[in-house]
Each structure stands twice: as C-alpha cells, then as structure tokens.
C-alpha cells in the first residue's frame, strides 16, 4: 500500500481514519535536505498520535518559499524519501503557500511545527483554521545547529563557493 495520498482524497480518508479512533498528526513543510533535524521532528510528531501526515511543499511551493536555487531534491524524490520513513505513514504533496486548505480537509487532532515557529509566527489563516476544526497545536523543539540553509552553506563551503 502506497504512503503517497492524493490531495484529492484527503477529506474521504481523513473522515475513514476518524471513524476507525485513529489520532491523527499532521505537519508539513519542504524537507529539501532530509537530516537528522528532520527525522528527530518527524518522529517526535509521531509520538503525539497513531498516525503521521507529512503535507510536503511542492516545487512550485518550494521555489516561492525559499528562492529559484530550491528545491534541491525534487518533489517526487522529496516524497519518497519522507514516505520510506517508519514514523510516517502518509504523505501528500500540496501547491500553495499555506497548508489551511488541508487543514480544512484532514482536521487533524495534532497539528506540529519546528522550533524555528512559535505561536506568533504561524501563518494567522492556517492557525484560525486550526483553531476551527478543534486541533491541538504543538511547537517541538529543534535540534540545535541543524538546518537544511545551514547544510547547504557547509556544502557550498567545502568546494569553496
């Protein structure tokens, strides 16, 4: 069975796993770069409920959020990567900027973000859509001197550009 959900069916699936008791979390974000930042969040989000939702920022996303040199993985290699992850067991890919029209769909039970966002500096849309469909919102720490930008800048440090 495929981890890959189609951002189509959210609303039907979501509505299934409710029914079935399954706590749902959902996070979501471009994870470029997967490091050890990353799999320590994922898993720590996975921990706050039976099943993880990865909603992952397309290219287009990607390249509005971050600039024309990002992506560096594509999408569909970005979601694999994610996917072959044990604490996630799905992922979606999503266009926009914000991920409220999938909050709207799947109105997860838990939703996280990183460390690098506090209560104050969440999109005001995706956090009235939270707060509409009752999910708890949890900030979780990072890990220290771990970044996909800070990656990148050592990289580009070790060839001298």
Request: charged content about 30%; some cysteine.
């Amino acid at each position: 069975m495929s981890k890959n959900l189609d951002p189509q069916s959210l609303k039907a699936w979501s509505e299934d796993i409710r029914q079935k008791g399954i706590k749902l979390v959902l996070t979501n974000g471009c994870f470029d770069l997967l490091h050890v930042g990353h799999v320590r969040y994922l898993e720590s989000a996975r921990s706050l409920g039976d099943a993880l939702l990865v909603a992952l920022n397309s290219d287009v996303s990607v390249r509005a959020l971050k600039g024309a040199q990002r992506p560096v993985n594509n999408q569909e290699d970005r979601a694999e990567v994610i996917a072959a992850l044990q604490c996630v067991d799905y992922v979606t890919v999503f266009d926009s900027l914000r991920v409220t029209e999938i909050i709207r769909r799947v109105r997860p039970a838990v939703y996280t973000k990183g460390g690098d966002y506090d209560l104050g500096t969440l999109d005001p849309e995706e956090v009235e859509a939270l707060q509409k469909v009752g999910t708890e919102i949890r900030i979780l720490p990072q890990v220290p001197d771990r970044s996909t930008t800070k990656l990148i800048d050592r990289l580009k440090a070790t060839r001298g550009g």
